[in-house]
């Protein structure tokens, strides 16, 4: 029989932190573009969010980025700076570890792009005890965007209440709220952990 709630994880700010600010100067010391470009590049560039919604693929990322920047490294090397911006959120890391003993099926649900998921990947073990991911790359959508919701809908075989959602992201827990599911504005790990202890 299976269990009755399944919790879906956001990933940036929950579960890691990132910032791209670490991979700035990195970036810079091998471009032509000056730091005040390469902000732009990174915090008002369409490119970003092209790339996360599955409209560009790493490779058509990459030479955007170098014409964009003057770049003038590989693109394993621009992929390594791009993608070394996580740190840990231990007490939801941990939060997530109680779900994962308790046999809480559990999803991750990320706007995110193929780099930055091979980093976590290799970096953060935890990231391999979900029960599935969804993410916007491949679904070719971003939250809030209802196809993000179907698609983990659909390989979750859970709609509605059975579905208690964590995110920092006002706009897409609202999204998560108006299919019925059980929605989290993280804030604090102290708070959601006590929201979450009511839920499941």
């Known amino acids: 029989m299976k269990p009755e709630k399944i ?35 990174f915090f008002h560039s369409h490119l970003l969010v092209d790339y996360e919604s599955g409209r560009l693929t790493r490779l058509e990322f990459f030479e955007q980025a170098r014409q964009a920047t003057g770049f003038r490294g590989t693109m394993e090397e621009f992929g390594e700076f791009f993608a070394d911006i996580f740190t840990a959120i231990p007490p939801m890391i941990e939060i997530h570890a109680e779900l994962h003993r308790r046999g809480v099926p559990t999803y991750i649900f990320s706007n995110t792009n193929d780099l930055a998921i091979e980093h976590v990947r290799r970096s953060f ?40 959602y964590l995110d920092d992201r006002p706009e897409n827990v609202a999204a998560g709220a108006a299919r019925g599911w059980r929605t989290i504005l993280h804030e604090t790990p102290e708070k959601t952990r006590a929201v979450l202890e009511r839920f499941v």
């Open 7 to 41: 919790v879906v994880f956001d990933l940036g700010k929950v579960l890691v932190d990132f910032d791209y600010s670490i991979a700035i100067p990195r970036i810079v010391a091998h471009s032509t573009l000056t730091l005040a470009g390469i902000k732009i590049f």
């Open 125 to 164: 073990p935890f990231f391999r005890d979900f029960d599935g991911y969804i993410f916007s790359y491949e679904v070719k959508a971003m939250k809030p965007d209802a196809k993000m919701y179907e698609a983990l809908e659909k390989l979750a075989r859970r709609r509605g209440a059975d579905i208690v």
